[in-house]
T-cell receptor
Framework: TQLLEQSPQFLSIQEGENLTVYCNSSSVFSSLQWYRQEPGEGPVLLVTVVTGGEVKKLKRLTFQFGDARKDSSLHITAAQPGDTGLYLCAGADSNSGYSTLTFGKGTMLLVSP | DAGITQSPRHKVTETGTPVTLRCHQTENHRYMYWYRQDPGHGLRLIHYSYGVKDTDKGEVSDGYSVSRSKTEDFLLTLESATSSQTSVYFC???????????????FGQGTRLTVV
């Protein structure tokens, strides 16, 4: 079973601060996805990264896939209360033969006004 | 929003009773999944389906069974509910398998199941 470790587990910051959350594994993934989940809702896809070293930006969110495709990071600039939620990373392995995603346990982000 | 409907949204049941959760999609996606989400464990795959009558086990399949007789419906059954199955259950769909690049999984709103 491939494991994805996310850190930190919980992050509480003030509006306007910057933050980075991490998703690490000892396994290589063919692609990695980041989802955000709000209370009472299902996760919603933010981005998919495929190429080692790839950087993608989504407004104030910057996603990076590690060169070895074992880790990823999500950086948020000038966080806003609307960014509050559970951030999940999920990895897919095209070589495993399994048509499933492996999810990390998530980072719970709370942004206070 | 992707057309995924989970029913019921909330359920309280007694230990030992059978329970069936339903996931209905209007997207005609081939893949459907059932996950459970628990504090400290994140999202864990229970079962998934890659076509009508084609299903496979996930990480935590013990005590659960599934059926997919139509493309649009994926049923999750707890044959004899136990307190350890108290959880939030999410259905997800995807057009192709996640091992294919850039495949997005769309999630339903979840079913909160309490076994007393």
């Amino acid at each position: 079973t491939q494991l994805l470790e996310q850190s930190p587990q919980f992050l509480s910051i003030q509006e306007g601060e910057n933050l980075t959350v991490y998703c690490n594994s000892s396994s290589v993934f063919s692609s990695l996805q980041w989802y955000r989940q709000e209370p009472g809702e299902g996760p919603v896809l933010l981005v998919t990264v495929v190429t080692g070293g790839e950087v993608k930006k989504l407004k104030r969110l910057t996603f990076q896939f590690g060169d070895a495709r074992k880790d990823s990071s999500l950086h948020i600039t000038a966080a806003q209360p609307g960014d509050t939620g559970l951030y999940l990373c999920a990895g897919a392995d095209s070589n495993s033969g399994y048509s499933t995603l492996t999810f990390g346990k998530g980072t719970m982000l709370l942004v206070s006004p | 929003d992707a057309g995924i409907t989970q029913s019921p949204r909330h359920k309280v049941t007694e230990t030992g009773t059978p329970v069936t959760l339903r996931c209905h999609q209007t997207e005609n996606h081939r893949y459907m999944y059932w996950y459970r989400q628990d504090p400290g464990h994140g999202l864990r795959l229970i079962h998934y389906s890659y076509g009508v009558k084609d299903t496979d086990k996930g990480e935590v399949s013990d005590g659960y069974s599934v059926s997919r007789s139509k493309t649009e419906d994926f049923l999750l059954t707890l044959e004899s509910a136990t307190s350890s199955q108290t959880s939030v259950y999410f259905c997800a769909i995807s057009e192709s398998g996640p091992s294919e690049m850039n495949t997005e999984a769309f999630f339903g709103q979840g079913t909160r199941l309490t076994v007393v």
